[in-house]
């Protein structure tokens, strides 16, 4: 069904623990979800796999970076996508059976290098951006078939992993601190996706991060941006669901612990607020559909 992209430029304003907390919340209503991690800092594979499965996968080249250079071949495949992707990730109970994993790799930096060197090999630009596009397509409805939910995590950068992954999205949620600071990088987000031509992948919303309640400047920001009020008009409508700036929050991070069902893991309060969310999703991906 739907491909989103947890995506802003700025970092550290909790694309990584939002992405996770959120497929793991769709998987825990049942649904097929797939968490994409496009960041070479690896943190949403490490969340969901640990380390020793992570390394797993890299020795067996089993990741985005492998699959990515699979699309650059003549042979990718619809069928070609799920050698790449781990099945049953968390650290909820047993892990979920139908949350699944693509890990990113370290590796993915040296992307841009077997970019360049495939593109040399075709007889012009036009006939290689068709060829990447064919594949593209071929992701897209293999994902688009298989998983209700495709979160993508993103690197704080238009890194060369998300010019291929970008246009194969339906819509992005852009996880933002309401500060200064992290309002511009999601402002010079948009400017940067309209500029690369990224313009049919939608804005889902902006999801309130880290918010803090006793910061005068955070409660305006959110107020002013529920108002429309310029330069907050510039944005994506928020979503009424703010995540606060919580340890229990952080906690959940840890890769090394584990936890009996997803309201133990990030308690009853925070469980409830991302299932708030999770319906928020799932309605403004079913509005924007009709
Ligand atoms: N709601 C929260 N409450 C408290 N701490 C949080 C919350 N969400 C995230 N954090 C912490 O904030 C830091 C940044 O979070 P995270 O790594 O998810 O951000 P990011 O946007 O993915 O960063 P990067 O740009 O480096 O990928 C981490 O230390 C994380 O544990
Ligand atoms: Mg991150």
């Given at each position: 069904m739907a491909i989103i992209l947890m995506i802003n430029l700025k970092g550290g304003v909790a694309k990584t623990t939002n992405a996770v907390a959120v497929a793991e919340c769709f998987a825990d209503e049942g649904r097929q979800v797939l968490l994409i991690d496009a960041d070479h800092q690896c943190m949403a594979s490490e969340m969901l796999l640990g380390e020793e499965r992570l390394l797993r996968c890299e020795k067996r080249g089993r990741t985005?970076?492998?699959?990515?250079?699979?699309?650059?071949?003549?042979?990718?495949?619809?069928?070609?996508?799920?050698?790449?992707?781990?099945?049953?990730?968390?650290?909820?109970?047993?892990?979920?059976a139908n949350l699944h994993v693509l890990p990113c790799s370290l590796r993915i930096d040296d992307f841009e290098k077997s970019m360049r060197k495939s593109r040399n090999n075709?007889?012009?630009?036009?006939?290689?951006?068709?060829?990447?596009?064919?594949?593209?397509?071929?992701?897209?409805?293999?994902?688009?078939t298989k998983y209700d939910y495709t979160i993508v995590d993103c690197?704080?950068?238009?890194?060369?992993?998300?010019?291929?992954?970008?246009?194969?999205?339906?819509?992005?949620?852009?996880?933002?601190?309401?500060?200064?600071?992290?309002?511009?990088?999601?402002?010079?987000?948009?400017?940067?996706?309209?500029?690369?031509?990224?313009?049919k992948v939608r804005p889902l919303g902006m999801l309130w991060s880290l918010y803090r309640q006793q910061a005068r400047a955070h409660r305006e920001a959110v107020e002013r941006a529920a108002r429309g009020t310029p330069p907050f008009d510039q944005l994506p409508r928020p979503f009424e669901t703010v995540i606060p700036n919580a340890s229990k929050i952080a906690d959940s991070t840890d890769p090394s612990k584990n936890f009996t069902t997803y309201y133990a893991k990030y308690t009853p309060?925070?469980?409830?607020?991302?299932?708030?969310?999770?319906?928020?999703?799932?309605?403004?991906?079913?509005?924007?559909?009709?």
């Open positions: 985005l970076h492998d699959m990515l250079a699979a699309m650059l071949d003549d042979e990718f495949e619809e069928e070609s996508v799920p050698y790449f992707v781990e099945e049953g990730g968390s650290n909820i109970g047993s892990g979920y075709y007889r012009s630009s036009d006939d290689w951006i068709r060829d990447i596009n064919k594949k593209r397509r071929r992701l897209r409805n293999y994902l688009s690197p704080p950068a238009l890194a060369i992993q998300l010019q291929v992954l970008v246009p194969v999205a339906d819509a992005f949620v852009i996880p933002s601190i309401p500060d200064q600071l992290s309002i511009r990088g999601s402002m010079l987000l948009l400017d940067r996706l309209r500029r690369a031509n990224f313009s309060a925070f469980a409830r607020l991302y299932q708030n969310l999770c319906g928020e999703i799932r309605k403004r991906v079913n509005s924007a559909r009709q």
